[in-house]
């Protein structure tokens, strides 16, 4: 069987990490094919829709974006969701909207963004052997998987990737000094501490939430 070329997929999610791992991998020489963003619609921090195109002009090259076709609204209020048996044997009969995502049932990450880089990725491996580069800081390695990471063999922390974003004039518009974690902003997973952060420095983001959540419990 004739062998497939490889290619070597970044995937990237904007944060400090991802954005460390990829300036970092472009110094030094690394072979790069595609860069993998996938967009949560409407979720995304402005600042880190902003960040996305400042790397993009940085590196000189576009970043391929992905996006599901159902944005996260349609799941919570929408999506119907057929009851089935729980582990106590307990059966509900009848269908269910998901409403907001809780720690047992993480449909959002499922369904706006691993379904979508899986099917993506599959595709690629028609063609290729893929190479995927994570990144995953180096106090991070719990988290490691048969993919490469790059800041793991650095030795880079997640304050040392904060840090090399920094010197090179990456500061998500002061996310970072607020925030620990800049993925979706209306995350209901996210801790209290947080959400009074939302509501004391990004107030209309917080009136967005109290609307969203309003139509989640419709």
Same mark, same amino acid.
């Given at each position: 069987?004739?062998?497939?070329?490889k290619?070597?997929?970044?995937?990237?999610s904007?944060?400090?990490?991802?954005?460390?791992?990829?300036?970092?991998?472009?110094?030094?020489?690394?072979?790069?094919?595609?860069?993998?963003?996938?967009?949560?619609?409407?979720?995304?921090?402005?600042?880190?829709?902003?960040?996305?195109?400042?790397?993009?002009?940085?590196?000189?090259?576009?970043?391929?974006?992905?996006?599901?076709?159902?944005?996260?609204?349609w799941?919570?209020?929408?999506?119907?969701?057929?009851?089935?048996?729980?582990?106590?044997?307990?059966?509900?009969?009848?269908?269910?909207? @998901?409403?907001?995502? +809780? !720690?047992?049932?993480?449909? &959002?990450?499922?369904?706006?963004?691993?379904?979508? /880089? *899986?099917?993506y990725?599959?595709?690629?491996?028609?063609?290729?052997?893929?190479?995927?580069?994570?990144?995953?800081?180096?106090d991070?390695?719990?988290?490691?998987?048969?993919?490469?990471?790059?800041?793991?063999?650095?030795?880079?922390?997640?304050?040392?990737?904060?840090?090399?974003?920094?010197?090179?004039?990456?500061?998500?518009?002061?996310? @970072?000094?607020?925030? +620990? !974690?800049?993925?979706?902003? &209306?995350?209901?997973?996210?801790?209290?501490?947080? /959400? *009074?952060?939302?509501?004391?420095?990004?107030?209309?983001?917080?009136?967005?939430?109290?609307?969203?959540?309003?139509?989640?419990?419709?």
């Amino acid at each position: 069987m004739e062998e497939k070329p490889k290619l070597h997929v970044v995937s990237f999610s904007g944060g400090k990490d991802s954005t460390a791992m990829l300036l970092g991998m472009i110094e030094r020489g690394y072979p790069i094919d595609i860069i993998l963003y996938c967009h949560i619609k409407g979720l995304e921090f402005p600042e880190m829709e902003e960040h996305i195109k400042k790397v993009e002009e940085y590196i000189g090259r576009k970043i391929t974006v992905l996006e599901s076709e159902k944005d996260f609204m349609w799941w919570a209020t929408e999506y119907n969701v057929t009851a089935k048996t729980d582990k106590y044997g307990v059966k509900s009969g009848g269908t269910f909207h @998901y409403g907001w995502p +809780n !720690r047992l049932i993480r449909y &959002c990450t499922r369904e706006l963004k691993t379904r979508v /880089l *899986r099917d993506y990725f599959n595709q690629l491996s028609k063609l290729y052997e893929v190479v995927e580069y994570v990144g995953i800081a180096s106090d991070e390695t719990h988290r490691e998987r048969d993919k490469k990471y790059p800041l793991i063999a650095w030795g880079m922390t997640e304050a040392d990737c904060l840090k090399y974003c920094y010197d090179r004039g990456f500061d998500w518009g002061g996310l @970072y000094e607020i925030w +620990n !974690r800049v993925s979706c902003w &209306c995350c209901p997973l996210q801790s209290l501490e947080d /959400l *009074r952060k939302l509501k004391k420095y990004r107030p209309e983001l917080w009136e967005r939430l109290r609307e969203m959540d309003r139509r989640v419990r419709e």
